[in-house]
């Protein structure tokens, strides 16, 4: 369902307003809440009551509620609603940043906005600040004359924690979405012609909607309609002409009452993962492991050509059994008496469909459940079922095909980590789709784990199970996966978590974590509360003697030789440095001395290509143009190379000369007086600090004046 997608997906987007047409669909398909009535003993919306409170100017509503339960969609609601009474212009997420308080300084300074801000679930190492309750009485303050508001998404257990010295009111009791109430709005947007008010008034309809969460109802919902498409599919193909399909068609609706009572039926059955008629289909006499293996196949690759499902078949019996099941030939049964054995339909392009809604589904769950020693060589056939097609069957499967594929496994895996508080399903299509990163599939793996990380089913299961992966140092691809996760939207709405992961990867000692993080690195510095945490980072990873050569380097270098506004050409890690707000993050002379002494380690050679020369030739070009950075650029160079008792100091010093003068001329870069005569400065101030070594020494005592040139220059 595409707006589900967007209810959890499309807001996560800090940097950007909520869309007009993402609001739209809110307001389409929103079931409101509703609560007991102690005065009449009735129900009522009280949708207006939690809207009430966002009326006046800088007015903060806390939903206080469980994960599941409409929290998120009521938020926008509410926002969408006072959009619509002209009350503010734009709405906007905010994310909770990387400390554990949440000042008021951080809401942003535009008028008539509305924020919706959730806060970041508990866990060892990470807590909201139990002063965030208190805290409202300033963010209101601040909202209040740029005629904004805001919803903050809290849970009861961390409420209580953190809700003490609230402003009174700002937690009203909002009551529950009925099921049926969201199943009618998600029918009526999404299926204008459904007949919503014979399904719903069936007694056996209403069991199973009652007191489902709205997930759970979403997934009813999808049911529903699966069971009337199969019905009319099943219609179209039994008649032989358009005659006959009118007349069946027309028989059908005579008897709507009787069609609908089978299909709630089925519906029912789904829900209850066929598991009786899947028993009993299991257990026939005649059945053949091939067969079972055939279904399963079926239901993991669904959507493939029938003879790569074929192949794929007999590579899973091969795997579960221990045989080689004779394909080639015409000994085991074929294709057609496969699909028939699973009752499944073939469509004239090869493709399986089962008749009953949730079929597929059902039948992996059966299979896991019934065959726990067959689980682990299944997870391994699992992770390489998308990555190549069968050359034998002589059917092609291109890389969409692969990636929808891989998508439906992606699925199946977390749905079975999460249920099951099990790493291992995750685990093995990371590594096979990171070892097969050609094939593809690796970026939809990180983009799989990602959505995982924040949506609120998965998301504590698999915040924990990134926090585990993040320290595992055997194998590339778990760490690499948490990197890539870290700088997605995991990273922005969670900063401070995935901070924490970050410190962990860094620790890996492989060159292709240490890239990732350089691509983190960057997309977490564009949130500008995560800066100062994030730089403390960078600034221990480069003073780490394990990490510097690798992580530190590379993370520093991400920032140090990117430029933040193109037209002002200044580093990115140094934009607010030459202005006069006290709000905003400054690196510390000392955070930067560290950061370059890691870059200029690279060492002296060649000018031109390499990152320290970017970086050397990006700062001096900044210092050229902004006269306010000089001082802090030149400071920042001459005392990285400043090391003193060792070789490396005159290492240090010779790859900075050596990149100076490439910025003062080289074959792409004509002689400048300008860029000599900075250079000069710089040199001068590296001479000073160099005499100030030699006198050092001589206080030590009378040394030889060209032994104590040499030696100050070594050191």
Known sequence: MIAVKNVFEQTLDTHASISAGYLDVIREVYAELHANDHVTGTERSTFNDGYSLLELPGSVLVLNRPPNTSRNITAYALMARLIENGLIKEVWPLSFGSASIFPAKRLPREQHRG?????????????????FGANLKDVQEHLGPRHSRLVVITTPDQWRRIGRGAPHGVTPDLGQARPADIAERWLRAEEPSFPIALWLRRLKMKALLEGQSPTEVLRIVGLMREARRSALRTIANASAGLDELQRRRAEAAADADEAI??????VAAARNNWEDDLHTWHETPERTSFQRNFLVTAAVLRGAPVGHIYAKAADLSKLLEGHDVEVTGQQAPGVIAMTRAIRADRTREGVLTFQRPNWDDAALEYF???RPLARV????????????????AMESVGLDDRRALAERVGDFAVRWAVRHRRQEPLEELVKAWHKHSKKGLWPLATALLDDAAVHPASAPY????????ASRKTDVALPLAVVSVCAGKFGRIHTGKALRRLRHAAESEHPEVAAALREAVRTLWADVSVRPLLFKDIVDWCGNAKVR????RQTFAALATTVGNENLGIPLILENSSDGDEEEFRPSPEGLIQGWRALLREGPGPTGTREVDRAVFLWLDAALRHRPLRHLILHSLRKAVDVRGTEEGRVLRETLRACAHGWVQGEDRPFSEERE???QDLGALLDEDLYAAVQEQEEGG??????????????
């Open 462 to 469: 698999i915040n924990t199970m990134l926090l585990s992966w």
């Open 549 to 552: 050569e690798t992580v530190g």
């Open 377 to 392: 060589p299944f997870l391994q056939w699992l992770a390489q079922a998308p990555l190549d097609e069968p050359k034998v």
């Open 261 to 266: 009572d089978k299909q709630v039926a089925e």
């Open 115 to 131: 924020y919706v801000l959730e806060l970041p679930a508990d866990e060892d190492g990470f807590e909201v600040h139990d002063s």
């Open 677 to 679: 005569s900075l250079r």
């Open 368 to 370: 896991w459940t019934d």
């Open 702 to 715: 009378p040394i030889d004046e060209g032994a104590t040139i040499k030696r100050a220059d070594t050191k």
